[in-house]
């Protein structure tokens, strides 16, 4: 079966995927330096914001007050040490937030008010949105930052961010200090990190290569140690998150991996989160090929059907997306090349199926314009 083919969007290594400000939308920050804001559900690009002079680590969404439709609706972060705020219908930069010294790793905006962001300066910054004015800094020796994920809502000040430092670290952005670490001693360091919707659960993947390391890690908030360690992949797990608890019925992380795979699984089926069980975790993935059946919501496939290792198929990033047409749930996956591609979880059997990608776009030479509009596809 031949996959539907869209337009580009990226010609140069997805970094970060995330959801959009609006329902039905998904974000992408991306090596070639632009970032871009993608309606799902008709395929095509609402807004190509370019104005970094180097590539983007990460970009989170800013969430508007009800009825605000001048508001802003990303920030980006990027190796030029920046940080920049877009907003819809425009695309040079609402503002640029100057303080890091570092390459900026990570971002997270965990409330309308506030955004939050952490480098290899080995700094964590707090912004207000409003003003552009930072308002808080914390230095943390060696605590070169990988990833920050929001507690939620509920929670509006608390911040889990991993670190080169083998530590993964809960900071109250208000008081602008650590209030408790999760982790302090990974044998590899988390390379992404993620908070579930009741922002009681904090998903980590590691660092690592030829099956060592690459570990998925689930802690509870409420206990000490993690629930369950898992090694779904052979390299390095380069982004996790939660799926929808409303879509899957349980407590579902999906993560991608350097070594061109991604993985699904359920925590809840599997007894090790919500008090059924701990530790161990060792059965949560079961292996297909794309295409196949697993029978249960625990799945484990190639990006573009090309099987593990192959470096150049990697999978650079991956966030939860709309599920159509009666899937359980869907994830988005970046690759090195540029290509998004959406995955479906089927019910009742859970097998993962390739829906579509995007097309990579051709490198950009150092004087092209990375906001240019991408050529259309043929028909």
Sequence with gaps: ETLPVLPAVHSDIVNRLARGPSTGTWLSAAEDRTVVLYDAARHEQLEVWAGHAKGVNAVAPLHAPHGDADALAAVSASR????????????????????????????????????????????????????????????????LATFLAPCGPAEPALVVQGSEDLSVRLWDVRAMAVGSTIERTLQYFALCGAVSADGLYVLVGCNGFSGAGCELRLYDRRRSGALAVVRPHEHAVTACDFLPRAQTGGLVGASASKDGTVAVLDFLRAGVAGGEGEGGGGGLVHRLQLGSVSGQLTALVAVDGVQPPRPRHAATACAPAEPAGGALAAVMVGTPRGSVHTLALDPPTGSLRELCYTAPLPPLDDDDDPGAASPALPA
Aim: aromatic residues 4%.
């Design 80 to 143: 030029d040490c920046t940080l920049k705020l877009w907003r819809r219908g425009v695309r040079e930069a609402a503002a640029t937030l100057e303080g890091h010294t570092l390459t900026v790793s990570a971002v997270c905006a965990p409330s309308v008010e506030l955004v939050v962001s952490a480098g290899r300066d080995a700094s964590v910054r707090s912004w207000d949105v409003r003003s552009g004015r930072q308002v808080g800094v914390a230095r943390i020796a060696r605590n």
